[in-house]
Nanobody, 113 residues
Framework: YLEESGGGLVQPGGSLRLSCVYS????????MAWYRQAPGKQRELVAN???????NYIDAVQGRFTISRDNAKNTVYLQMNSLKPDDTAVYYC?????????WGRGTQVTVSS
């Protein structure tokens, strides 16, 4: 149902734009989020966007990341600027809800010089 893309290797201070396409219906009704999982750590929510467009971010990415959505394309985006080595992780998208879709494979983001 979910397919993430856009990850890669980037130097500190660089930028990436992640995309996540949902292949089901009623995408516009869902509150969506980006999550990440670093090696040896639990998956954490990074940013979420409600169906109405309101957004929230964890403190670690506030001011650097921007979540957005295009309901016509069933897609949620994560623009990541000023990347840091601590942002290195596999990034996933999913519903911001107790009942979630099957997780996709995620997209690897590596920030390193």
């Amino acid at each position: 149902y979910l397919e993430e893309s856009g990850g890669g290797l980037v130097q500190p201070g660089g930028s990436l734009r992640l995309s996540c396409v949902y292949s089901g219906n009623r995408f516009s009704l869902f509150d969506m989020a980006w999550y990440r999982q670093a090696p040896g750590k639990q998956r954490e929510l990074v940013a979420n966007i409600f169906s109405g467009g309101t957004t929230n971010y964890i403190d670690a990415v506030q001011g650097r990341f921007t979540i957005s959505r295009d309901n016509a394309k069933n897609t949620v985006y994560l623009q990541m600027n000023s990347l840091k080595p601590d942002d290195t992780a596999v990034y996933y998208c999913n519903r911001n809800a107790k009942i979630q879709f099957t997780w996709g494979r995620g997209t690897q983001v590596t920030v390193s010089s």
